[in-house]
Nanobody, 120 residues
Framework: QVQLVESGGGLAQAGGSLRLSCAAS????????MSWYRQAPGKQRELVAT???????TYADSMKGRFTISRDGAQNTVDLEMSGLKPEDTAVYYC??????????????WGQGTQVTVSS
């Protein structure tokens, strides 16, 4: 089985920084992309950023310039460096990956989520 485990969430002050990490473990034959999503209370889950196997990245407009996604392909990990945090960044952040697992099929996996709370 494949697991995605996030770490690094917590409490930050507005204007501060936090770094989230996600590690994919299990039988993995390849990863196409890894992403971070977030879901604030009462809102739909939204895409934060994605890093592809070729190293290219995409960001939601509201995160551009503040968040940086990076990936270690050898370690199957993805990080999200968040700076200039705002109270509206408060949410549960989820790691997401599209990968080829033990079944040789490409599937999407999700982590359990990590809470980020930004105080004003």
């Amino acid at each position: 089985q494949v697991q995605l485990v996030e770490s690094g969430g917590g409490l930050a002050q507005a204007g501060g920084s936090l770094r989230l990490s996600c590690a994919a473990s299990g039988t993995i034959f390849g990863i196409s992309w890894m992403s971070w999503y977030r879901q604030a209370p009462g809102k739909q889950r939204e895409l934060v950023a994605t890093v592809y196997s070729d190293g290219s990245t995409t960001y939601a407009d509201s995160m551009k310039g503040r968040f940086t996604i990076s990936r270690d392909g050898a370690q199957n990990t993805v990080d999200l460096e968040m700076s200039g945090l705002k109270p509206e960044d408060t949410a549960v952040y989820y790691c997401n990956a599209y990968l080829r697992d033990y079944s040789q099929r490409w599937r999407e996996y999700w982590g359990q989520g990590t809470q980020v709370t930004v105080s004003s």
